[in-house]
C-alpha cells in the first residue's frame, strides 16, 4: 500500500513541469497533482486563496482511497496552499493520515513584511516582495517550439535549469495555438491575481494551531527566501529544515537532488506526525 504525496505546483509553472522530481518520487508514493491551479473556474483565484484551498482540500479527499499516509507537497504557491489545506483537513474524517507537509521554498511572510504587501494591494508596492508588475509583461506567444527554447535559454534563472526540464516547460509551459503557434499555457493573468491575492497573516497564524508537522527545504540561494525572512518559518518548522543548492527554482535546476530531499524530510515528518496525533486536539481558534 502505497502512501499517498500530493504535489501542488509554483505559480505560473504547471505540474508536468516537474515530471523528472515526481517521476524519482513515484517508486515510493503514489503521486497526484492539479496540473494548472487558479485555472478552474469552480475554484476562481480570490484574496485569501479559500477557494484554491478548497480545491486541494477535495483533490486529496478524492484521491485518498486507501492510503495509509498522506503527504501535502509543495512549492513556493503549492507550498502555501499545502499548509492551508492542511489545516482544513484537520476538521475532516482524514486528519488521522495527513502526517506532513513539505514546503519547497515557501517561506512565511509575517510582519513588517505582511504589513508591505497588505499596503502593496493598493499602493503596487508588493512589487518589492513579489514579480507582480513583471507577471504582466511576460511574453505569451512564440512562433515555434523553437523560439520558446531560445526565448527562455537566454534569461538566466531558465539557463540553469536541467536542460530535461527545461524541455518539459517548453512542451507543457506553452501550448499549441489555433495556427501552430506555441503561447503561454499559464494564464499570466491568473498568475498576477493569485499573487496579488496572497494570504499573509493567515499563513503566519497557523504556528500554534497546526496539529500536522511540517518541514521546509530552501534554496541556498532564494532570493525569495531572503526578501521574505526565515523567522517566522523558522518558528512554523522548527529543525525540521534542509537546504537545497540553487535559487528559489531548486526544484528545476536539480530535480532528482529534490526529490531525494523531500523525500529524506518525509521521513522525518512521519515520527514527528505519530506523536502528534497521540496528542489531544488542541484549539483551533477557527
Known sequence: MQDLLLFSHANGFPAPVYRLMLEALSARYRIVRPERIGHDPRYPVTLDWPHLIEELVQRTQAAAGDARRIFLVGHSLGGYLSLLASHRLAGTALAARVAGVVMLDSPLIAGWRARLVQ????????????????????????????????HFLAKPAFARWDARVLEDYVEHGTRAGADGARELSFEREIEYRIYRSLPTTSLSGLTAQLRTPVGFLAGTRSRELRNAGDAATRRLVGDRWAWVEGSHLFPMERPLDTAQAIEAMLERLAPAAAETLAEPLRPTGT
Open 119 to 150: 499596503l502593496g494591494r493598493r499602493t503596487g508596492l508588493d512589487n518589492l516582495v513579489m514579480p507582480t508588475r513583471a507577471t504582466l509583461q511576460r511574453r505569451r506567444h512564440w512562433p515555434d517550439r523553437d523560439a520558446v527554447r531560445a
